[in-house]
């Protein structure tokens, strides 16, 4: 199941950045599930990783390289997350790194290792090494539809986004900039800092200290405003690479521009996972205006869209009302007026001064609980802040993804 068309638009190569696939059989024979990638001399690179205190392996071996190193490959495995393996975890992790190094010309600390799959298993490190050379021989900057196929785990179907723009209106031949993009996710979705793993990159010229900006910036509100489950991997990344082979630099003036144009690309990305979580049949936005501040409207944002209670009756396409409320008024909101809020559903008006409001009628709360896309917008009527979350609905088809994941 999954809401929305889901089809891939136009991805744009971008000059500097190569993907490779192999079908290694880490977990599925003949799947494509080895991706390298690799990085133009001169780039620059930021990452941002899970928080989960039981991060796995290879992102401590990523966290420590890029903490040293410009990268210039990327190495992403599916099949298993290489998490819970303590001392061997990370020993095979840098053997990868070896391995590819010896395959290329770069050292192991140049090498950002991912992983992602079944937590608690050992790498068959005998299926990932040899799969590393025809993943090598086969980079390309034209394979980013393949690589978005090459990163999926639970989910049904391929996740990218892309756009170019001028950055320079008085040099429309010579300010272009393309950015692209890929992301994998499904389930075990709450990202402290990214989704389970994004890829993007640029041929725009940014600086280390601007890059990272930037893709916190662009994070925050993308990545850092979904949820499946509530879960936050163990495996968790975003990384964002700039060429600069655009021959563009991004600097103070233009970077808000480019920050904009970033977001772009990385909400598409973050939406997409959720109209793939799994079992989805609904995409929830969980809109919080007139908040006091950000602090509040995501925290009653995030219990609205995390309660089972909510989430359970959006399957079942119930404009069950009441749950929402009581998520709202658990949400720890310091001195809430519940007679001052209001609660609409995909635009109907369902409760307003502490009750059903007089104009509602079941019958329009039935109609507007139909569409796959559903909008929950919530006024404080307190403040002057809005943010929104995305979620899915919650079916017996993720029971089952999630009951069965490992047999």
């Keep these: 199941m999954a809401t929305g068309k889901g089809q891939l638009s136009t991805m744009h190569p971008v000059t ?41 392996a290879p992102v401590i071996v990523a966290k420590q390289h890029l903490a040293s190193h410009t990268p210039k490959y990327l190495l992403v495995n599916t099949g298993n997350a290489n998490a819970g393996t303590g001392e061997q975890g990370i020993s095979d992790a840098l053997q990868s790194c070896e391995a590819l190094a010896a395959a290329t010309s770069a050292s192991k600390q140049q090498i950002l290792p991912f992983s992602t799959g079944v937590i608690g298993e050992p790498l068959p490190m005998d299926r990932l090494l040899s ?8 980079l390309s900057d034209n394979n980013w539809p393949d690589a978005a196929e090459a990163i999926l785990t639970t989910d049904t179907r391929a996740k ?58 662009a994070n925050e509100k993308s990545f850092n405003r979904i949820t499946v489950d509530s879960d936050t991997s163990t495996n968790d990344a975003v990384i964002l690479v700039a060429t600069g082979t655009s021959g563009v630099t991004i600097d103070e003036e233009s970077f808000d521009q480019f920050v904009a144009q970033l977001k772009i690309i990385f909400i598409d990305l973050a939406q ?5 979580g799994e079992g989805a049949g609904k995409f929830v936005s969980v809109i919080v205006d007139s908040a006091a501040d950000t602090d509040e409207a995501l925290a009653v944002a995030y219990t609205i869209a995390e309660s089972p209670l909510v989430k359970t009756a959006l399957a079942a396409s119930d404009p ?18 519940v007679n001052a809020l209001q609660l609409h559903l ?15 009628s079941e019958e329009a709360g039935q109609a507007a609980m139909q569409p796959e896309d559903i909008e929950i917008r919530v ?13 899915t609905d919650l079916t017996y088809e993720y029971v089952r993804i999630n009951a069965e994941y490992r047999t």
Excluded at 131 to 136: D, K, L, R, S
Excluded at 272 to 276: F, G, K, L, Q, S
Aim: with cysteine.
């Design 346 to 360: 995909n635009g109907v008006l369902i409760a307003e001064n502490g009750a059903k409001a007089s104009s509602y």
């Design 320 to 337: 069950n009302w009441g749950r929402i409320l009581a998520a709202i008024g658990r949400a720890g909101v310091k001195n809430l007026d």
């Design 16 to 56: 500097g950045f190569k993907l490779g696939i192999a079908s290694a059989g880490i977990k599925t024979p003949g799947r494509k599930d080895l991706l390298v990638m690799e990085i133009a001399e001169g780039s620059t690179a930021a990452g941002l990783f899970t928080q989960n205190a039981f991060c796995a």
């Design 379 to 391: 006024s404080l009527n307190r403040g002057q802040t809005t943010e929104t979350v995305w979620t």
């Design 272 to 276: 997409a996972i959720i109209r793939d």
């Design 131 to 138: 799969g590393i050379p025809a993943a090598v021989a086969a």
């Design 160 to 217: 990218g986004a892309s756009l170019q723009y001028n950055a320079d209106s008085a040099a429309p031949d010579a300010g272009n900039i393309t950015i692209t993009g890929i992301s994998k996710g499904s389930g075990m979705i709450k990202p402290n800092m990214a989704t389970m793993l994004a890829y993007v990159a640029t041929d725009a010229a940014v600086d280390a200290e601007l890059l990272h900006r930037a893709l916190r910036l």
